[in-house]
């Protein structure tokens, strides 16, 4: 785990892990790729779960309607599974923003939110997680 937590210097673009509607990986996947990240989008919320234990992301981005099954969402046990950072993309409805930050995610956009800002918010929180994989060291 400290390793997989000394590795997310905000310098190194690396696997970026798109998990749930395949819409999000289309639309984000080549502004990602474009700014050196490798695109991972799991074919389901399973395949998602099955990249994770292999720990080689340095981001998860999720879909807000991901779930393992009907009515249990995947957000909580991805955080369980992992310290990578997640950010999920949804609907921007108040009450699902909420539901999401208290599940673990570290920050929810809005489904419109541009690949720019995307790109931004997940540069700056590679940033943030690596000042703290820094002071472990």
Do not use: W
């Amino acid at each position: 785990l400290l390793f997989s937590l000394l590795d997310t210097r905000s310098d190194m673009p690396g696997n970026v892990l798109v998990i749930g509607d395949c819409t999000v990986g289309q639309t984000l996947g080549p502004a990602l790729e474009d700014a050196g990240y490798h695109v991972v989008d799991a074919r389901d919320s399973l395949d998602g779960l099955q990249h994770l234990e292999k720990g080689t992301h340095r981001i998860v981005i999720l879909s807000e309607d991901a779930s393992l099954m009907e009515n249990i969402s995947l957000l909580p046990i991805v955080k369980r599974q992992t310290r990578t950072p997640v950010i999920v993309v949804g609907s921007g409805d108040k009450q699902a923003v909420v539901d999401s930050l208290t599940q673990g995610a570290d920050i929810h956009l809005p489904r419109t939110t541009s690949a720019r800002v995307v790109l931004a918010h997940l540069r700056a929180l590679l940033r943030r997680h690596s000042h703290f994989a820094d002071s472990l060291a």
